[in-house]
């Protein structure tokens, strides 16, 4: 039994708010949950310990926002979790300075993250929640028996891998990698560096995958995207004013289908490639060219995957080009193909009490909480999951301490923050 669990026979803990999941989204909200005390928060994470897309921090990866988009430092700069903080009493500081990283290694992060997560009470690992119902209070269940009950609940589950549909029984085959486990895995990959291997996906984690490949020496690589090109991040000071708390702001109270278009005008500051991602893979590329007189990878937009078979020993993909149908094949397939919100473990019973659009996806208020029958007393927050409600800054970390000061302020029925974002000189229509 995981540490921390309670035996069957102990009384099920009550909790002001409970929180399943503990990435960067939980801690936060965790982190700065201290101001409502005596009131208390509990999060609860599948992962063995802290851990943050572990199977995909390959040599070299980069964070793709700036440091200073910690847990709490934009909320709160002085916040005993800031990233500063952790540096500086981990002896760290000068020397992360004085490397001039253009964009600190995912690596430190991660780190940062597993040091924050040792401070923050009542967080308990290896408890993967399957069930949340409701009686006169929430109660979550981990391997079908319930170990809290809470007045409120926080759903911040993150993403997870997608794998498309025409991969079939494939998908259970281990010539087919998601990018998720790819570097735990790239070990058990061939040792002949000439063995045709496809990378599908046109984001970073496509590329990151590529570049982990080109660096191991891999000399068949086929990197395969359907947009036109392998295209980058969109990370200008007009970008940067989309992810400001100002612009959430106005985003929030437009109509669906006018935040709905804006999301996908607007894709590329959150889904393109680091341009220095881009950069290191032509130049790796370029040199391999130098070195073996040819190209250790070739560069395939415009390509949308539409199936998969196995011919012989190797993988047969077909895929729809602009000229027509191609079939290419693989000894291995890494698949990149974007993220799906984790299915949220509500109960058939409570499922049906939660709001839906015409859509059927839940309706989530300015204050991240889902509109549902008993709103009025239990609040269920969710993290991460609002890139069409609260906009394409929702699904990453620039403005986590914000979504987690706005949560605070609701459930305190105050303002108990006050987020200030001035000095603003774009003025949205
Ligand atoms: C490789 C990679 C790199 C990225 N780099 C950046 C970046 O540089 N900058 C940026 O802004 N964004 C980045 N992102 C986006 C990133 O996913 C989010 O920014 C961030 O991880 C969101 O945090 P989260 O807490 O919402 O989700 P996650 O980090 O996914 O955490 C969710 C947690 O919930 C747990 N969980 C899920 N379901 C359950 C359950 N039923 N019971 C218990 N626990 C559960 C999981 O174990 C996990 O620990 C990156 C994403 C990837 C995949």
Redesign the pocket.
């Not at 490949?213 to 995207?225: C, K, S």
């Not at 959150?270 to 290191?280: E, F, H, K, N, Q």
């Not at 799906?340 to 709001?355: H, Q, S, T, Y």
């Not at 709103?375 to 403005?399: A, E, P, T, Y």
């Given at each position: 039994m995981p540490e921390n669990r309670p035996p069957d026979s102990a009384p099920i803990p009550f909790y002001d708010t409970v929180g399943?999941?503990?990435?960067?989204?939980?801690?936060?909200l965790a982190a700065l949950f201290g101001v409502l005390a005596p009131r208390e928060i509990a999060l609860?994470?599948?992962?063995a310990g802290p851990?943050?897309?572990s199977g995909?921090?390959h040599p070299g990866?980069?964070?793709?926002?700036g440091w200073v988009?910690d847990l709490v430092s934009l909320l709160d700069p002085t916040h005993p979790l800031s990233l500063l903080n952790y540096l500086v009493t981990t002896g760290k500081v000068y020397a992360l300075v004085g490397a001039n990283f253009d964009?600190i290694p995912?690596l430190e992060?991660t780190q940062y993250l597993a040091w924050a997560a040792a401070q923050i009470p009542r967080l308990t690992y290896s408890?993967?929640?399957?069930k949340i119902s409701v009686d006169d209070a929430i109660v979550t269940y981990?391997e079908g028996r319930p170990i809290a009950r809470s007045e409120h609940l926080v759903?911040?589950?993150?993403?997870?891998?997608h794998l498309p549909e025409f991969f079939g029984d494939l998908a259970a085959s281990d010539r087919v990698i998601v990018?998720?486990v790819l570097a735990d895995r790239i070990g058990e990959l061939p040792a002949d560096l000439d063995a045709p291997i496809v990378v599908i996906g046109g984001g970073?984690?496509s590329a990151?995958c590529a570049g982990a490949l080109l660096g191991r020496g891999y000399r068949n690589i086929r990197w395969i995207g359907r947009r036109s090109w392998f295209a980058p991040l969109e990370d200008s000071p007009a970008a940067n004013d989309l992810y400001r708390p100002s612009y959430q702001e106005y985003f929030v109270q437009l109509p669906a289908e006018d935040r709905k278009r804006l999301v996908a005008d607007q894709l590329l500051t959150?889904d393109g490639i680091t341009p220095g991602t881009l950069r290191d893979l032509y130049q790796v590329n370029y040199e391999g060219r130098l070195r073996e007189g040819r190209f250790p990878m070739t560069i395939m937009p415009g390509r949308e995957v539409t199936g998969a078979t196995m011919a012989g020993d190797e993988i047969e993909l077909v895929c729809q080009t602009s000229g027509g149908e191609e079939r290419l094949r693989a000894a291995y397939v890494v698949v990149a193909a974007g993220?799906r919100n984790?299915?949220m473990?509500f109960d058939e019973e409570m499922d049906e009490l939660i709001d839906r659009d015409d859509n059927g996806d839940v309706i989530i208020e300015a204050d991240y909480s889902l509109r549902w029958k008993y709103s009025d007393r239990n609040k269920i927050f969710v993290?991460?999951?609002g890139r069409f409600s609260h906009g394409l800054v929702d699904?990453?970390?620039?403005i986590?301490p914000i979504r987690s000061a706005i949560i605070i302020n609701s459930l305190a029925e105050r303002k108990v923050f006050n987020i200030r974002d001035e000095y603003l000189s774009t003025q949205w229509a």
């Amino acid at each position: 039994m995981p540490e921390n669990r309670p035996p069957d026979s102990a009384p099920i803990p009550f909790y002001d708010t409970v929180g399943i999941g503990a990435g960067p989204a939980g801690l936060s909200l965790a982190a700065l949950f201290g101001v409502l005390a005596p009131r208390e928060i509990a999060l609860f994470d599948a992962q063995a310990g802290p851990g943050w897309h572990s199977g995909m921090l390959h040599p070299g990866v980069r964070m793709q926002t700036g440091w200073v988009k910690d847990l709490v430092s934009l909320l709160d700069p002085t916040h005993p979790l800031s990233l500063l903080n952790y540096l500086v009493t981990t002896g760290k500081v000068y020397a992360l300075v004085g490397a001039n990283f253009d964009s600190i290694p995912r690596l430190e992060y991660t780190q940062y993250l597993a040091w924050a997560a040792a401070q923050i009470p009542r967080l308990t690992y290896s408890t993967r929640i399957d069930k949340i119902s409701v009686d006169d209070a929430i109660v979550t269940y981990a391997e079908g028996r319930p170990i809290a009950r809470s007045e409120h609940l926080v759903l911040g589950q993150g993403t997870v891998a997608h794998l498309p549909e025409f991969f079939g029984d494939l998908a259970a085959s281990d010539r087919v990698i998601v990018a998720d486990v790819l570097a735990d895995r790239i070990g058990e990959l061939p040792a002949d560096l000439d063995a045709p291997i496809v990378v599908i996906g046109g984001g970073q984690t496509s590329a990151e995958c590529a570049g982990a490949l080109l660096g191991r020496g891999y000399r068949n690589i086929r990197w395969i995207g359907r947009r036109s090109w392998f295209a980058p991040l969109e990370d200008s000071p007009a970008a940067n004013d989309l992810y400001r708390p100002s612009y959430q702001e106005y985003f929030v109270q437009l109509p669906a289908e006018d935040r709905k278009r804006l999301v996908a005008d607007q894709l590329l500051t959150s889904d393109g490639i680091t341009p220095g991602t881009l950069r290191d893979l032509y130049q790796v590329n370029y040199e391999g060219r130098l070195r073996e007189g040819r190209f250790p990878m070739t560069i395939m937009p415009g390509r949308e995957v539409t199936g998969a078979t196995m011919a012989g020993d190797e993988i047969e993909l077909v895929c729809q080009t602009s000229g027509g149908e191609e079939r290419l094949r693989a000894a291995y397939v890494v698949v990149a193909a974007g993220r799906r919100n984790a299915p949220m473990p509500f109960d058939e019973e409570m499922d049906e009490l939660i709001d839906r659009d015409d859509n059927g996806d839940v309706i989530i208020e300015a204050d991240y909480s889902l509109r549902w029958k008993y709103s009025d007393r239990n609040k269920i927050f969710v993290l991460n999951r609002g890139r069409f409600s609260h906009g394409l800054v929702d699904s990453n970390v620039s403005i986590l301490p914000i979504r987690s000061a706005i949560i605070i302020n609701s459930l305190a029925e105050r303002k108990v923050f006050n987020i200030r974002d001035e000095y603003l000189s774009t003025q949205w229509a």
